[in-house]
């Protein structure tokens, strides 16, 4: 993580806070990027949550993109493939054609990890 964004972190950290404390009583008007230790507290958990997920969901990805991670995303064939393989019989190859061209935000014609993210967050 680069400096810049561990300050934008905390930046936000304060403003959220700010909001939430914004009876006007609590002066805590320094633009310094000082943390108390309740801040600290809750940049390090929201660092960790973020960390994981962002683990889990690259695990996912790589389960789905099986040897097509070389390729840069899933195809439509290995998103079936994957998806027979975890017990999904309902769709038939029209639904997943659907599925894929929904998934598939920026329409190269794969499920990169952003198209994926984007997915599974949608859920
Ligand atoms: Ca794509």
């Given at each position: 993580?680069?400096?810049?964004?561990?300050?934008?972190?905390?930046?936000?950290?304060?403003q959220e806070k700010r909001a939430v404390s914004s009876q006007g009583g609590d002066?805590?008007?320094?633009?310094?990027?000082?943390?108390?230790?309740?801040?600290?507290?809750?940049?390090?958990?929201?660092?960790?949550?973020d960390n994981d997920i962002k683990e889990e969901l690259v695990e996912a990805y790589r389960k789905f993109c099986g040897p097509d991670e070389s390729k840069g995303g899933?195809?439509?064939s290995q998103l079936q493939e994957t998806m027979a393989t975890?017990?999904?019989?309902?769709?038939?190859?029209?639904?997943?054609?659907?599925?894929f061209r929904e998934t598939d935000y920026d329409g190269d014609g794969l499920i990169n990890f952003d198209d994926f993210v984007r997915m599974m967050m949608s859920k």
């Open positions: 993580m680069e400096i810049s964004e561990v300050e934008q972190n905390i930046r936000n950290i304060k002066d805590d008007s320094d633009e310094e990027l000082e943390l108390d230790i309740d801040e600290f507290i809750s940049f390090i958990s929201k660092e960790m949550m899933i195809t439509l975890y017990g999904e019989k309902r769709l038939s190859p029209q639904d997943f054609e659907m599925l």
